[in-house]
């Protein structure tokens, strides 16, 4: 006969798997709210612990909502319900749902984020980009992930790379010599212009990342390698949800667990269209 996980079961497996003392100093993960003895049967992934997935996680009665990003990375004293996280945490607590996040140390991981984006592009021979150590398995972990490709141009990845990632408003910008070739790839889910640097010196031919302001993309540019593809934030992190969920459910089938773990496919990025500029330059 099947049996029941609680919360705090379900953050006991995080843990093994994205200890919360990998994260950043800065970062704030694990449970934010709900009760950890709270039995679970219907899990909800995300990337952004947002109005439209907390609406989709009461709708669909889950127990708990696992998300990349934390619904707080400051401090807060204040939590009335005219303020849309006020709203959002006495929404989740009145339908009795979990809420829980792995952020950095989900990013730095052995089949944490970066890994996902790499294998969802189809690089081989992965490594970090900057390594951060070993888990407790011996396997290397760190910041983004660097590897190879079949021989191509950058051109003809920038199409690769649209085709695979998540569909998005956003899209994919490209910078560089279009006509180079590619053979390593270097990326890092989320915001990454502060890694330009480790991309270029690991002799990367393209650099995946998202959130790249103009004076560092363009100073990188005017330098040479690696050709720079901006996509969005949430695109270059959701393919890592698809990953945690069969992560999941294998563990529960193999403990024997009633467990449904599903993956939110709505698009959370901030932006809603995309209006190309028309006008002259007179």
Not at 27 to 50: F, H, S, T, Y
Request: glycine share 8%; with cysteine; charged share 20%.
């Amino acid at each position: 006969m099947s049996k029941l996980w609680t919360v705090s079961d379900v953050i006991a497996m995080m843990e093994r798997w994205y200890p919360s003392r990998t994260a950043h100093t800065w970062d704030r993960v694990g449970l934010v709210l709900g009760n950890p003895q709270q039995p679970v049967k219907r899990i909800l992934l995300a990337v952004d612990p947002v109005k439209a997935t907390v609406n989709e996680a009461i709708s669909g009665a889950y127990d708990m909502l696992l998300t990349h990003h934390p619904l707080y990375l400051r401090g807060t004293s204040f939590l009335p319900e005219n303020d849309p996280k006020g709203r959002m945490v006495a929404s989740l607590i009145r339908a009795n749902i979990a809420l829980y996040t792995a952020h950095t140390n989900a990013d730095i991981a052995h089949k944490g984020v970066a890994d996902a984006l790499g294998e969802r592009l189809g690089l081989r021979d992965m490594r970090p980009l900057i390594s951060e150590g070993y888990d407790t398995e011996k396997h290397e972990i760190g910041t983004g992930r660097i590897g190879c490709v079949e021989t191509t141009t950058v051109t003809a990845f920038a199409d690769h790379v649209a085709r695979v990632l998540p569909a998005g408003t956003h899209g994919l910008f490209v910078g560089g010599d279009i006509d180079a070739p590619v053979r390593t790839v270097a990326v890092s889910g989320g915001a990454g212009d502060q890694f330009l640097d480790a991309a270029r010196q690991a002799k990367a031919d393209v650099y995946l990342t998202a959130d790249l302001r103009h004076h560092p993309a363009s100073e990188h540019c005017e330098k040479g390698t690696p050709a720079l593809f901006c996509a969005s934030h949430w695109a270059t992190e959701w393919p890592w949800l698809p990953v945690l969920a069969n992560r999941i459910q294998a563990e529960a089938a193999a403990e024997n667990v009633s467990l449904s773990v599903e993956v939110s496919t709505m698009c959370t990025e901030p932006w809603i269209r995309h209006q190309p500029t028309l006008g002259g330059l007179q």
